[in-house]
Every structure is written in structure tokens, then in C-alpha cells.
């Protein structure tokens, strides 16, 4: 039947034919029932897409989702498809896939990342049938006849599922883990002074040079000691410049790239020879230094490439092969009669010292004098070339992969043209310096005829750029100790913002994150954003997921080291600095401590000082009175709830007072609020800090009841006691003041009698008012009932004025101009045709 569907499509025959060799090699390799799997697979996978595209999307999809066997025939076609691909993808990656659900690949990034960890497999196994080479039967278990048996090696284990890593060959002059940089310079090229003694001692302790180690030398390898001085400081200290630096040159053009011969270094002898015409063709003169860098597969970065030209020739050193023999480079770099030529060299040279041991000395940054001659359009190396030799260099290489082997003509190309332009722009970029006038963007090429003048302004340029490229090669490789606090900070500044900080408990997991990442990436030998991106951990700190599944839908996509160590993460996230310390104190945790936690949980922790006070007020038999207590939130303490916890009241008598501090000691009144949360709250709470076994929370329950039974509970804050009230300052006391006075005064009979009639008066006060107030109302009715509502309305208070002792006087309304009305058509028809009105 497959073959017969075949012959109806031409296109699907002739693809048949290609998968002939396939299907023998599947045949033998794996064993399958039958020779030809991929021929009978290849038109059920055409027939499938085909049926996809068939499927009810958008509106015809919710129209069908209003019936009820639709939806079940859907779920179950879901539940079968989920079941295949996890069948598929546990027959294609048993190591990710052995011990996992078919339900968790409804998560469509679970289904992405398993498969590209699939098609990763298929391209080094392309790989290896280009190159020849066999690497995935070593590393890959999937390559070989058992491939239901999970995987086991390093490579699967870091994650890495491709070739071998080139670092491997130089993995003893690497460690990621190594508390301070010593440099391999045993011989030191071009020296005034000999090495340190710091540094010859180092070497030593490290194994380069042979010699007893003394034992406050081996105390000091365990820690990050200070660092070593640099090896050629003196020589850099004593260079001094040569004056004919300071005169204008005619700039030598450079030849063309096709004219120009390329010699490629890839080995310890052409090293040599490389090194050997160099020093006999440019002493005294200059030659360009680049470097090509990797750091996204590993976890310091390497050098991949070193570019060296000069005015006749251009190398390009593969330093893969000579790694350990890369210091002999050393012979032209540290030599003060050849200027080496470099762009932007702020990290090439630590790369050098780090990698190579090799050591710059008398160098010239281009890109220091592009920042002070402010050229046009930007300080980058294409824009240099541009201006200076009208050629655009394409960077679309900038981030290649540098490590791949052989290099592709591109990529080498690429590489040359970095050196092959820089010295031409060298001697542009001095004879601009020196002539330069202090005027930003004055950089043009002079036209033929015309003479350049060294200025004055020129010859402090050119020194300024000499001084900045020194200062670059003083700079000194060294080792820091992670700082795991200093890391989260700056992913806050980068992602969080300054208005809404991030809170504490997230902040712990941030820095447990990275902290984990770190340390997993000095293991695996592989750069903190391989392992995870900085964003991730950010999103990951934020969510604080608490199930691996959870964590998985937290990233889009989530990488695949994070995948394969998800419950390793989520127990970290929640296993944090602060819930680590708080262990320790839930088993054996003392009841000052216990308090103190429901303290800094209520938000009511006071200082040193309140406790001493309030216990001092509990001596003195006064009530003491605190501030109405608000309930906040556990996981976000700046957020306080408006509802009122149970306030508490101590008692003003002295030897409830006394007994209140023997049990509670001098912790003062501010706890007792909080305790009486912990009280309504103790049945509920599970915290190991409040007890971490049954009888310890019985008997804190028990000493919460009698502390109980010597306060008083209030619903509402209690009113402050009333100030002492002096009857001859009570001129017009009112009636709920007179009996505050009876109270507070006693039952005395001559202020008792003052008081009743001040009180009289005021009574026969109201009661005048009142019957004034009735009799206006009733004048205003009869005024309206005999057709004098306007007069009425005016005054109400005329007719009884004479009467009236808080009458006003009449006042005639301030007169207005009335503006006149418009009339219309509708205002001017008889109102007795209009039956609505």
C-alpha cells in the first residue's frame, strides 16, 4: 500500500528512493522487523500533516466546542497524541524522558526543548558522518543497539550533547576553581629587572618551577591571597617613548588583500618561525595584534585566535594545538622596540596575561585616539577603516562561533582583515594627533600639496594616548572570590526597579540562584548564562515556584540544564538563606526567641529602649497605653491590613503588674499584643519556630493562657483617662459635661446647686428659642394662605420683628438688570392645545 501511495505522488517517490540506504542502515544497526520503516513511515507523515490542516481553527473551532462529543472526541484525541510523542520521545531520549509523564507534555515548552534536544542528537550525527569521526557512540547512549539504557556519561551530564569541547586539550593550565592567577613566564623576555620574588615563589607553590615549598606558602594556597605584582612593572615604569614617535610620517599605504601573502600558525615550529622574522623585519617598527575570544561554552573564555600583521605579511595563529607553548610570544609582545598595535585593547590584554602569560609592552590603542580626536561616527573598527581606507569590513562574524575547526575561508578572512588595515590607520591616526586643534570632529585627509603643522594642542593629544594605552598595559589579570550578594544587587538594578525593591524573601532566592548557578557552571566548565540567563533567575526569584512543573512554565523556554535539574531548583528556591538560619531555631529555640519571631511577624519588635520604659511604667501602677496595633500580612510585611488585632491593656494594679513581668520578663508591654496574636492564632500554625514537637507547643500554649489571665481585653483602643476639669473655667458646661463633673466631683450640695441652675438657664434658653422658631413658621403659612407668599418669602422674620430679639433687619435684594427672555415659536402657542401640559 505505501509503495502504490507513492506511485500517486512523484515528489514522495523520489524522496522513497533517497531513504533506501536509510532503511538498510536502520536495518542492520538497530534490528528492525522490517527493511523498509522509513519508506512505509514517510506517506503517513505526508497523510497526517495533510489531515492537521483540516482541523476546525478560530470561529469554526468555538462553534464545534459547543458540542459535547466534539469536546470528549478532542480530549481524547489529546490523551492519544500526548501518549505517542511520549512513547516517541522516550524511545529517542530515554535520559530526559525515563522517569516522566505523558501528562507533562501538555506544557508546550516541555515538548519544544525535548524536541531540540533531539534534533541537537541528529546534528552531531551529521557531524560526526561529515567529519569521519564517531563522538556519539562514546557520549551519546542513544547511538548505541540498547537504547533504553539512560545516560551516563560526562557530556550528557553537562549538557553538552555536541563534539568534544577544544578546551579539554589544555584542561591542566585551566581551573575554574583556583584561588589566584600565576602566570607561566619561568623565562622573562626583554627583562631590566628579574622576576618577584612574590612570583617565582608563587610558581613554585603551584608546581612550574622545582624547589622545596615552604609551609606558610602551602597555608596560603587554600585562600584568595592579594595579588602579584605584574612581571614587567618596571620595565613599563621605565619605557620611555621615542621622539621620532612625535614627528609626522608619511603614512604607508597598505597592499591589497590578494597581494598580501597569509601565513596560518597552527603549530610549535611555524610558531618559531613566526616569531623569529618578526623580530628580524620589525624591530623598531610596528606590527597589528588582535584576538578572537569565546566565553559562551565555558567558563572563564579562551583566546581561539591570535591575528598578527605586519606591513608585509599577515599570521593568523589557531592556538588550539601550541596552547602551553603560546608564551613564547612574549619575545616580540614585551619587547619595547616594536609597538604593537591594537583597537580597543581593554580586554585583549588580561585575555594574553590570562590565557598565554603574554605581556604587552609599548602599545598603541587606536581606539583611545578615536575617542580623543572624536571621530565621526562612532570609535569602532569598521568606522576607523571606513574613514581612514573607504573600505567597509563586514562584521556579521562578530559573534561566531570561534572554536569550530577547520576554520571556514570566511571566518579566516574575517579574522585577517581585523590586523590587515590597522597600521595604515596607525600612521593616519598620529599624523592627526599631532596636528589635531582641539576641535571635535576635525579629522579630514589633508589634500595633496598641503603640509601638516605639529601643534602644541597635537603633541599633548598623541602623549595622552601613549599615557591611556600604558594604563591598559599595567592592567594585571587576577582571581575574586564570588560574591553572590554584589551579583543579585546588580541583577536588581538591571531588571528591577528602584520604586519597588525587591522584597526579602526574594531577594534570598536570588541570591541562592546565583549562588547555584555559579557553581554549577565552574563544574561543568560552561559561562553562568549557558546555564541560565540572567532574566530566567530573575523570573525564577520572582515566582518562587513550588513545583517543578510550575517552574517549568515560569521561563519560555526554560533551559535545558534547568530542565533536567528542576526539583534540584525548587527545593533550593525554598530551602533559602533565611529558612536555613530559621532551622536550626525550630528545634532548639529558646521562648525569648520564639517571642521575638511573633514579634518581627506582627511588625510590633520595639527597640532597646521601649521595653525598658514600659517596664518602668508597669512599676509605677499606671496603665500604660499603646499605640492601636495593626495586623499585617506574613509574605509582605509594607502592606498593612485596616482591620485591628485584640488590643491589650495592662493592668494598673501593681501586683498584677509585677506578675506580668516574672512571666513575661523584661520584654516590656509592645509583645503583649503580638502574644495575644500568637494565642488566637497557636491551634492554626504550623511554624517549626513556635515548637517543634507537640509538647512544646502545649506547654507555650499553656503559658499564653496565663498571661491571658492577667490582662484585660479590649475590642477598641481605650480612651485616655479625662484631664482634671476646674469648675470656675466651666462657664457654659452642657449636660453630658455636668454629669462627667458630678462624677469626677462627688455629690457636693453647694456646687451640686451651682451647677443645676447654670443647667435651668440654659434649658429656658432653648425652649425660647424653640417657640420663636414656631411661631415663624406659623406666620409664613398664614402669609402664604392670604396671597402674600412673595412678602413672605423675602422676610419671614417681619411679622414677628418687634418680638424678635435675633431677628435681622430687613434688607432690600440688590437689584439686577433682568436679562430679557427669547421667545419662541413653541413658548407663543396656546397652552390649551398642548393636552401634555
Not at 107 to 121: A, H
Not at 330 to 337: H, R, V, W
Not at 648 to 657: E, L, Q, W
Not at 669 to 690: K, P, T
Request: net charge neutral; glycine share 4%; aromatic share 6%.
Amino acid at each position: 500500500s505505501a509503495r502504490a501511495h507513492a506511485a500517486s505522488h512523484p515528489v514522495i517517490g523520489t524522496r522513497m528512493q533517497n531513504c533506501t540506504s536509510v532503511d538498510e542502515t536502520l536495518y542492520r544497526s538497530v534490528g528492525l522487523e522490517t527493511p523498509s520503516f522509513v519508506e512505509q513511515l514517510l506517506p503517513q507523515l505526508v497523510d497526517l500533516v495533510r489531515a492537521s490542516r483540516r482541523l476546525p481553527v478560530g470561529e469554526e473551532h468555538a462553534i464545534r466546542r459547543g458540542s459535547r462529543e466534539f469536546v470528549q472526541a478532542s480530549k481524547d484525541l489529546g490523551d492519544r497524541t500526548l501518549s505517542a510523542a511520549h512513547r516517541a520521545l522516550k524511545f529517542l531520549d530515554p535520559a530526559s524522558h525515563s522517569e516522566t509523564r505523558s501528562e507533562e507534555l501538555a506544557n508546550f515548552n516541555t515538548f519544544i526543548d525535548s524536541i531540540d534536544n533531539v534534533l541537537e542528537r541528529v546534528d552531531t550525527c551529521l557531524q560526526d558522518a561529515l567529519t569521519g569521526t564517531n563522538s556519539s557512540s562514546s557520549n551519546d547512549p542513544a547511538a548505541s543497539p540498547d537504547l533504553q539504557r539512560p545516560a551516563t556519561s560526562s557530556a550528557s551530564a553537562s549538557g553538552s550533547r555536541g563534539p568534544p569541547k577544544p578546551q579539554v586539550r589544555w584542561r591542566h593550565l585551566v581551573d575554574n576553581n583556583r584561588t589566584a592567577f600565576v602566570p607561566r613566564l619561568l623565562v622573562k623576555h626583554h627583562a631590566r629587572q628579574p622576576l618577584q620574588p612574590e612570583v617565582v615563589e608563587a610558581q613554585r607553590r603551584a608546581g612550574m618551577r622545582s624547589g622545596a615549598q615552604s609551609e606558610e606558602s602551602n597555608q596560603r594556597i587554600g585562600g584568595f591571597a592579594a595579588p602579584l605584582p605584574h612581571p614587567y612593572a618596571a620595565e613599563l615604569q621605565d619605557h620611555c617613548w621615542d621622539t621620532s614617535g612625535f614627528q609626522l610620517v608619511e603614512p604607508r599605504r597598505y597592499e591589497r588583500m590578494e597581494d598580501t601573502p597569509l601565513v596560518l600558525v597552527s603549530t610549535e615550529d611555524q610558531l618559531r618561525e613566526m616569531i623569529q622574522e618578526i623580530k628580524v623585519t620589525c624591530t623598531g617598527k610596528e606590527i597589528a595584534v588582535d584576538v578572537e575570544h569565546h566565553d559562551f561554552r565555558t567558563h572563564r573564555g579562551f583566546v581561539c585566535l591570535v591575528q598578527i600583521s605586519t606591513r608585509q605579511k599577515d599570521f593568523v595563529v589557531d592556538p588550539f594545538n601550541i596552547f602551553p607553548q603560546m608564551h613564547m610570544l612574549n619575545e616580540i609582545f614585551a619587547d619595547p622596540s616594536i609597538v604593537k598595535v591594537l583597537h580597543g585593547a581593554d580586554r585583549d590584554v588580561t585575555w594574553l596575561q590570562r590565557d598565554f602569560s603574554a605581556f604587552l609592552v609599548n602599545m598603541f590603542d587606536t581606539g583611545a585616539a578615536t575617542r580623543v580626536l572624536h571621530l565621526q561616527g562612532g570609535f569602532s573598527l569598521a568606522n576607523l577603516v571606513s574613514h581612514f581606507c573607504g573600505v567597509k569590513l563586514d562584521k556579521k562574524y562578530q559573534t561566531a562561533d570561534w572554536r569550530q575547526r577547520p576554520l571556514s575561508e570566511e571566518l579566516v578572512q574575517y579574522a585577517r582583515c581585523d590586523t590587515h588595515y590597522l597600521l595604515y590607520c596607525y600612521d593616519r591616526l598620529r599624523n592627526a594627533l599631532l596636528t589635531f586643534s582641539g576641535t571635535p570632529g576635525s579629522v579630514v585627509a589633508p589634500a595633496d600639496g598641503v603640509e601638516l603643522v605639529v601643534t602644541e594642542n597635537g603633541v599633548h593629544s598623541l602623549q595622552s594616548v601613549l599615557e591611556r594605552s600604558m594604563e591598559l598595559c599595567r592592567q594585571f589579570y587576577s582571581e575574586a572570590p564570588f560574591d553572590e550578594a554584589d551579583a543579585a544587587r546588580k541583577l536588581c538594578e538591571r531588571f528591577g526597579s528602584k520604586h519597588r525593591p525587591l522584597e526579602e524573601h526574594n531577594f534570598g532566592a536570588l541570591k541562592s540562584l546565583v549562588m547555584w548557578r555559579d557553581r554549577l557552571a565552574r563544574g561543568l566548565d560552561e559561562s553562568c548564562n549557558f546555564v541560565s540567563p540572567d532574566a530566567c533567575l530573575w523570573r525564577i526569584a520572582l515566582a518562587m515556584p513550588s513545583t517543578a512543573m510550575r517552574l517549568r512554565s515560569t521561563c519560555n523556554p526554560l533551559p535545558s540544564l534547568l530542565q533536567d535539574r528542576a526539583q534540584e531548583l525548587v527545593d533550593l528556591i525554598h530551602r533559602g538563606p533565611e529558612k536555613t538560619a530559621a532551622a536550626p531555631a525550630a528545634t532548639g529555640a529558646t521562648a525569648e526567641e520564639r517571642e521575638n519571631k511573633v514579634l518581627a511577624r506582627s511588625g510590633n519588635a520595639a527597640g532597646a529602649s521601649e521595653p525598658v520604659a514600659v517596664a518602668a511604667g508597669l512599676q509605677s501602677a499606671m496603665p500604660v497605653w499603646e499605640d492601636w496595633p495593626c495586623r499585617r500580612n506574613d509574605r509582605r510585611a509594607a502592606e498593612v491590613s485596616p482591620l485591628p488585632v485584640v488590643h491589650v491593656a495592662a493592668a494598673s494594679d501593681a501586683i498584677t503588674s509585677l506578675r506580668l513581668l516574672e512571666t513575661i520578663g523584661q520584654s516590656g508591654v509592645s509583645m503583649l499584643s503580638a502574644l495575644a496574636l500568637a494565642e488566637s492564632s497557636a491551634e492554626e500554625d504550623d511554624d517549626a519556630a513556635m515548637g517543634a514537637t507537640v509538647a512544646a507547643a502545649a506547654s507555650e500554649r499553656l503559658r499564653l493562657r496565663s498571661i491571658q489571665g492577667a490582662m484585660t481585653f479590649t475590642a477598641a483602643p481605650p480612651e485616655k483617662p479625662p484631664e482634671p476639669v476646674v469648675l470656675k473655667e466651666v462657664l457654659q458646661p452642657t449636660g453630658s459635661a455636668s454629669h462627667g463633673l458630678l462624677a469626677a466631683l462627688g455629690e457636693n450640695p453647694v456646687e451640686k446647686a451651682q451647677i443645676e441652675e447654670v443647667e435651668l438657664k440654659v434649658k429656658r434658653k432653648k425652649r425660647k428659642r424653640n417657640a420663636e422658631g414656631r411661631s415663624c413658621l406659623e406666620n409664613v403659612v398664614k402669609a402664604a394662605v392670604s396671597g402674600q407668599v412673595k412678602a413672605a418669602i423675602a422676610n419671614p422674620y417681619s411679622a414677628n420683628a418687634a418680638s424678635d430679639p435675633y431677628a435681622l433687619e430687613p434688607q432690600a435684594p440688590a437689584s439686577r438688570p433682568r436679562k430679557k427672555k427669547k421667545t419662541s415659536k413653541r413658548a407663543a402657542e396656546p397652552t390649551a392645545s398642548d393636552p401634555y401640559l
